[in-house]
């Protein structure tokens, strides 16, 4: 799709908002880097600048290494602890009261959707804030604490279950793992049923979750897509809206009914 005036897309995109009924937002790292929580293309700092991001996050590292990879997870938490929702996250939760039954499906990890008012988000890659054992799977509390993890990380040894006595894991879909069953039907059962799909910060290379938009376009929705970069996505939007989320969404909120968030 050939690029064209931001005013353009934008208007364009919020005919479509207005008019949509069934609408899925579907959101990636992009969302959440917008609020400071760092990605896996970052750069790491401190203790972990040593490590591949991607090397600790298998379930091969954590049997190697449980207070290695429970402490990279402890160090992830509290930087999303310190982080606050911006007003890209706002902007979806006003999406969702506009349109009712609106589904928010998220490849990110924490918690930012929910601190901005988003009801039940599909968490397709787990989530930070629930761990679970290892062995039997039985969640795991975990500490309310977000300023005892020094800014340099460290190594932590993981809790014992409750139940078994096996170390909680981080409670997060790991490389070489299938994403959570119910929460993957439930995101294709919403993207099949969709009449616009709003794709948000997602490279579009991570699978089986960027199938979602996929599936939404191939069944006959619409396809927006807010990205500063292409992405394989491109080819599928009806309009691409190109620039952060926390400035699009609140445009394309602010265009389709006059309510502007953030």
């Known amino acids: 799709m050939e690029s064209i005036p931001v005013d353009q ?22 969302m959440s880097a917008e609020s400071g929580v760092p990605t896996f293309r970052d750069a790491l700092t401190g203790l972990w600048q040593r490590y591949d991001a991607q090397a600790l996050a298998t379930p091969e590292a954590f049997r190697a290494d449980p207070a290695l990879v429970w402490g990279w ?21 006003a999406i969702q009261a506009r349109v009712p039954g609106t589904v928010l499906i998220t490849q990110n990890v924490d918690d930012l ?4 008012g988003s009801p039940d988000p599909v968490h397709l890659h787990g ?9 039997c799977a039985r969640p795991a509390p975990i500490s309310d604490d977000a300023a005892g993890e020094p800014a340099d990380g460290r190594r932590v040894p993981p809790p014992d279950c409750a ?50 938009p996929q599936v939404a376009a191939r069944l006959g929705a619409a396809v927006i897509q807010v990205n500063p970069e292409q992405t394989p996505l491109d080819p599928i939007a009806e309009v691409n809206l190109r620039g ?7 445009a394309l909120v602010d265009a389709a009914w006059g309510d502007p968030a953030g």
Not at 113 to 116: D, G, L, M, S, V
Not at 191 to 208: H, I, K, M, R
Not at 244 to 250: C, H
Request: proline share 9%; hydrophobic share 50%; glycine share 8%.
């Open 9 to 30: 897309p934008v208007r364009a995109a919020a005919e479509l908002l207005g008019r949509a009924r069934r609408v899925v937002v579907f959101t990636g790292a992009g």
């Open 73 to 93: 997870y402890e160090w992830r938490r509290q930087a999303v602890r310190l982080a606050q929702p911006n007003p890209g996250h706002r902007a979806v939760a």
């Open 113 to 116: 959707h929910e601190r901005a």
């Open 127 to 135: 989530s930070l804030f629930a761990p679970r054992c290892s062995a």
């Open 163 to 212: 139940r078994c006595a096996a170390p909680v894991r981080p409670g997060v879909v790991w490389f070489g793992e299938a994403l959570p069953g119910a929460a993957l039907e439930a995101a294709v059962e919403a993207a099949s049923s969709c009449d616009l799909l709003v794709t948000v910060g997602t490279s579009g290379l991570v699978y089986p979750a960027a199938e979602i």
């Open 244 to 250: 952060p989320a926390a400035t699009v969404l609140p």
